[in-house]
């Protein structure tokens, strides 16, 4: 961090305020569960039963009392925000690498235009090297269960694809249904791939054979390369990757990671770590892609095309670096928002299966003796509120610190 964004940032007492909160959280949640006596998973039925079998009150013993089944608040509570801290972080992680991915490639290359046909060939291809990992995992693992939504995904680009061909054949001979096979064949592959549970060896063969098939119309369809280059238009990269942002966006963020949770059969930490992370990246797309289209037109990325320097070293060396400072402020924001979804997960037992500790279900545990029992609400709700306080502060500064507007 430069010098005088560094003063910024401290003079800012809400960001260290908000530094201080997510050190906290961070000791609470990692190095407070090394120093307790008590397993958040065993219940202390000696000492943490209260009167007539209800939760114990804070006590020496136990110092938010006990829960629902009389193990330790305390102890679950650094538990949780072990897995809520893990869960943030990783999936910010996924989703930082993915939308910066997206935005800096789809703001650099605005205005470069790719045939559609080649868009779609590329994504069937992608498709159909994850139905081939799928098979080897197994039919019933998570890869499977992706690559099937995935080919619903692409089906709606293939029908577009065959609106073109279908226009294209009225007005050209018949060897460009040789490209509409091509397309039509990829995508068919991809969905038999995703939707049949292939256990069967003669099921294994069929689409051995199928395979062989798709591959003679794929060498076929070179031989009318120039039917097809003048069946397909031409779309801009940034149009075609903001579009898929758009459609995104408009499902609702936590409606959605927890469809796609109730979808999963079997939750686990790499699960969640997927869900969330490949649901959160397209609101850090848009930002970097706007970032990105400033920096391109700045002098020294111009005079690094003159030099020859190539697109790659560009980006790696140039854009990238410029566009770390809101890559950061979006990445503290991205870890309350992660917070929030995964304690939303487990309150409505969407996370880990019990007995694993989690925020949100302990509060879904809690609702019950709310009466009598008030800190098993209090606890978890107050740790949820500063986990996302501090990092929201914290973002908040970090945007003030790197935004050139308020240097001076």
């Known amino acids: 961090m430069d010098r005088r964004a560094l003063d910024r940032f401290r003079r800012n007492r809400g960001a260290v305020v908000g530094l201080w909160l997510v050190l906290a959280i961070v000791v609470f949640s990692f190095v407070v569960p090394l120093f307790l006596p008590h397993d958040p998973l065993v219940p202390d039925f000696e000492h943490g039963r209260g009167a007539f079998g209800t939760p114990g009150a804070p006590s020496r013993l136990h110092w938010l009392g006990t829960d629902t089944v009389f193990r330790d608040v305390l102890a679950r509570l650094c538990h949780g925000g072990r897995l809520s801290l893990e869960v943030a972080f990783v999936a910010t992680l996924i989703s930082l690498v993915l939308g910066t991915a997206v935005g800096v490639l789809a703001g650099y290359f605005k205005g470069t235009r790719v045939r559609l046909d080649a868009l779609s060939d590329g994504s069937a291809l992608g498709l159909a090297a994850l139905a081939l990992c799928g098979l080897a995992a197994g039919s019933r693992t998570l890869p499977v269960r992706a690559l099937g939504l995935a080919a619903w995904l692409i089906a709606g680009a293939a029908l577009l694809r065959i609106v073109f061909i279908a226009e294209g054949l009225v007005r050209r001979r018949a060897a460009a249904l040789l490209d509409y096979l091509d397309g039509a064949f990829a995508v068919a592959v991809v969905a038999l791939l995703a939707r049949k549970r292939l256990a069967a060896l003669a099921e294994l063969r069929t689409v051995a054979v199928v395979l062989g098939v798709g591959v003679a119309l794929a060498l076929l369809r070179f031989s009318s390369k120039r039917e097809s280059a ?19 966006l408009a499902f609702p963020f936590l409606l ?135 990092f929201n502060l914290l973002g908040e500064g970090l945007r003030d610190a790197f935004d050139p507007r308020d240097a001076r």
């Open 230 to 248: 003048l069946l397909f238009p031409r779309i801009d990269v940034d149009d075609a990757a903001m579009r898929a942002v758009d459609v995104l």
């Open 256 to 390: 959605l990671i927890m469809a796609l949770s109730a979808a999963i059969d079997r939750t686990s930490e790499a699960t969640i770590f997927l869900v969330l992370g490949l649901t959160a990246w397209t609101s850090a797309a848009r930002i970097v892609r706007s970032k990105a289209l400033q920096i391109r037109e700045l002098e020294f990325i111009t005079a690094s095309r003159a030099l020859g320097q190539s697109t790659l070293g560009i980006l790696w060396r140039h854009v990238l670096p410029n566009v770390a400072g809101v890559t950061i402020v979006i990445a503290t924001n991205s870890v309350a928002a992660m917070i929030v979804a995964e304690a939303a997960l487990s309150f409505l037992g969407l996370s880990l299966p019990p007995p694993a500790a989690s925020w949100g279900r302990m509060l879904d545990e809690g609702r019950t003796y709310y009466a009598m029992a008030p800190w098993l609400l209090y606890a978890p709700g107050l740790v949820i509120l500063f986990a996302v306080l501090g």
